[in-house]
């Protein structure tokens, strides 16, 4: 196995990790260099899918104050986001901002080069900016890429995926990494390792987020001892494109309804009013069971988004990827209505960590959606993580630099033991079709932990996993990222099990129909490998 060294590793390269590297390499003493690590090709992430945009709190926007996104997104939140975090985030908005305007990022003008907000659900005021209309991740994770790549600072590793976590003495000290294309093995020492691996998505059946969301993060994490918080919190976005061409469901931006759509049923009878006053503009997760309520009842596989009503020129300036897609699709957005769906699309639990970043784990950083900060609560407000992820980044270089980074000289026996299970040559793995059992984990997450949940199904889920971690037989080494990924996957799902069948209410995303009521008392649910069982903590 080769062995390599440096100050600072990030894994992960969305906008989290991209922006990270930036600015750690912009700031930061790295006497042993700066690593980025991706599992894919750079940029391949979740963030380059991202439509409606980034929620931005701008110092010269009169009509919005950091008072108001901070009440929004606690609203949104269903009482269990900390104060502390969506203060900090919503307060260093206008800075992050100003810096990505300096990296070349783009964000849409109007005529008189004044920034174009949107408005999407539970948002008080327009303050969300976008870019190429509806093509915000893909614009702002270009712009960083190709910062990164001008960067000789930077050294970058692509198709490399980090399996596992390198800890001892409460110490994160290096990761093992996996060549997807080659299959060797490298160990990475290093003081600060950066998860920024994203989210979970693909544990579902449906699922707005693109292949690699498998929550690897996440798994390495909780593996090497981390503190997992709110694990039950996952968000499904109420309107994805009810039509199966790829691995995941294209998106249709919320950010259409924010415009005017409305959602109807096939004969284009309008339903929301019936759930909540605030109708399409409600809180994702009141949205999302409204449709998926609307599909039982009439046992339909989608309702419809009636875009019909917005004029059609500024349909296909504000929405050129959405109106393409569609049109691919036989659907001619300004005079068809959209057959639509609930999709996971964001998981709001994760690694717990402060506001620099930092884990349980001394050396172990984590940032973006892999991270549970506090600021989505139980229901993450619309355009907030993009702003989450760029807000952590530049927090985490904020802290690195007050710090002395000194990489791990001396290997020790835990850790020796932990990488002679990758060098051991004799091991035969037996062959797994992981497509296969793969379908079968995304079915029990959509049919068991999805969008309405009750101790049957939970304790069924739980039940059909373990059958499926017993014949998936791996410990530490796996044949190739399929399996690496799958193996994450089976860690992550019975964590999302495990924690939604213990919180014994309903809240944001978490519904419970054995327990529908909200509980006064407000509680976080914290998970470690050590304790085993979930925690509820204030
Ligand atoms: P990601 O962008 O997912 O990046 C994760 C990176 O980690 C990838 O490069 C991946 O290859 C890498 N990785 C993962 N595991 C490993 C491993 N084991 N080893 C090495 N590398 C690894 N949010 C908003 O705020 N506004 C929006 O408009 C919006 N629209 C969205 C639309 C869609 C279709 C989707 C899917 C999400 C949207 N979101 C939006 C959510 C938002 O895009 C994500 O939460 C955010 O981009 C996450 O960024 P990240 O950097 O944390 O992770
Ligand atoms: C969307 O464009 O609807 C997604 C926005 C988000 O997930 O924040």
Redesign the pocket.
Known sequence: MKYSKYSTII???????LYSALKIQQQVNLPDGLLL????KL?????????????AVMKDNKSDSTASHISDTIKAGAGLSEFNTVKFISENSDAVVKDLLKFGVQFDRDENNNLCYTKEAAHSVRRILHSGGDA??RMIEQALCKKVHENSNIEIYEQ????ELLVSNGQCKGVV?FDNETGEYETIYSSAIIL????I?QLYKYT???V???G??IA?AYRAGAVMQDMEFVQFHPTALAIDTDENRF?I?EAVRGEGAKLCDADGVEFMSKYDERKELAPRDIVTRANFNEMQKNNTNNVYLNATCIDSKKLSLRFPNISKKCLENGIDISKDFIPVAPAA??FMGGVKTNLEGQTSINGLYA????ASTGLHGGNRL??????E?VVCAYSVANYLKTIELKTPKQIDEEIKSRIDEYNNEDLILEEFDVSELKSQLQNIMWDYVGILRDERKLTAALEKIDILQTKFARNSKCLNIQE?EFK?MLSVAKLIAYCALSRKESRGAHYREDFPQTNDECIHSIITKEEGVPEFVK
Request: net charge negative.
């Open positions: 894994i992960g390269s969305g906008i989290a990790g690590i991706t599992k894919s940029g391949e992430s979740n963030s380059r899918y991202a439509q409606g945009g980034m929620v915000t991740g490399t995926s980090a399996v990494v920024a691996t994203g989210g998505g707005t987020n693109p690699g969301a498998t690897d993060g390495l998106l931006s699309h964001y940032i973006g959606e892999v619309a355009s907030n993580s993009l702003l992820c690496y994450n």
